[in-house]
């Protein structure tokens, strides 16, 4: 067994990872993805073990499927627990491992589907999507190229965050093993969540007041009024998204039918 993860493994693995939805299906989800992305490991792990690799390349076809950004550390335990089927000194404790291998990697996929799901979908995306609206908002009676460099801030803050990320998660996965779930306890991770979603929320409004300063007396009352129905509708923990689309919505209209 020579599987490693050194730097240059895990740079291979990385780039791969990003191509883990390339082949999403219906049947599978993101099984072929992950496939193509363990194997460089599986081929290190099992070499000169033909049959080994063959079944190694098949189980990581079975059905799989997370939160795309969450997957790093799923696939960083993967390779722990592969690394550590192969180096076992007998063909029974290497099934049993396996087998406890697939058990854990599908518990952990449908365990971190739902944290990633709040952190990046239902966080950090309305966040840097808020700054951007924010910026634009700011910069609405400049020339457009500074609008647009307002809107490609989401892009560049988002994915820096979301690289970032993924390439330490998958150091964590395989430094974690199987005590994933135990190792994310530690990990402020609901409070992170709540901060973000806040931040958003204040960017948002903070853009609608921006654009009710330039809005007739009588216009600005429905303004207000949509701002506070966003922060009654947070109260009562409805869906981030639509409490961005109200205080942006309603706050926009309120203001364009001042211009008008």
């Known amino acids: 067994m020579s599987g490693s993860m050194n730097s240059a493994m895990q740079r291979r693995l990385f780039w791969r990872s990003l191509l883990?939805?390339?082949c999403w299906n219906f049947e599978r989800m993101q099984s072929l993805g992950l496939a193509f992305c363990l194997e460089p490991w599986l081929a290190a792990c099992w070499a000169g073990q033909d049959e080994a690799v063959c079944a190694a390349r098949l189980r990581h076809q079975e059905y799989f499927n997370t939160q795309p950004y969450m997957a790093s550390l799923v696939i960083g335990m993967v390779c722990a627990l592969e690394e550590e089927?192969?180096?076992a000194p007998d063909g029974e404790l290497c099934d049993r491992l396996v087998k406890r291998l697939r058990t854990l990697k599908t518990a952990a996929a449908s365990a971190l589907a739902g944290v990633g799901d709040a952190l990046f979908w239902g966080a950090l995306?309305?966040?840097?999507?808020?700054?951007a609206v924010a910026g634009v908002l700011v910069l609405w009676d400049r020339p457009l190229w500074a609008a647009l460099w307002a809107a490609g801030a989401y892009l560049v803050v988002h994915?820096?965050?979301?690289?970032?990320?993924?390439?330490?998660?998958l150091r964590l996965g395989y430094e974690w093993r199987d005590q994933i779930a135990v190792c994310l306890k530690g990990w402020p991770?609901?409070?992170v969540i709540r901060a973000l979603r806040w931040a958003g929320l204040a960017l948002v409004?903070?853009?609608a007041a921006l654009l009710l300063r330039a809005t007739p007396p009588q216009q600005r009352l429905v303004g207000v009024l949509a701002m506070a129905a966003a922060l009654l509708l947070r109260r009562a923990r409805v869906s981030?998204?639509?409490?961005y689309a109200i205080g942006i919505l309603f706050g926009g209209a309120a203001s364009w039918a001042g211009w008008l």
């Open 240 to 243: 981030s998204y639509r409490i």
């Open 189 to 191: 991770v609901q409070g």
């Open 205 to 207: 409004l903070a853009g």
């Open 85 to 87: 089927a192969a180096a």
């Open 159 to 169: 994915n820096a965050l979301a690289l970032v990320l993924r390439w330490r998660f």
């Open 125 to 131: 995306r309305p966040l840097c999507v808020g700054s």
């Open 20 to 22: 883990l939805q390339s």
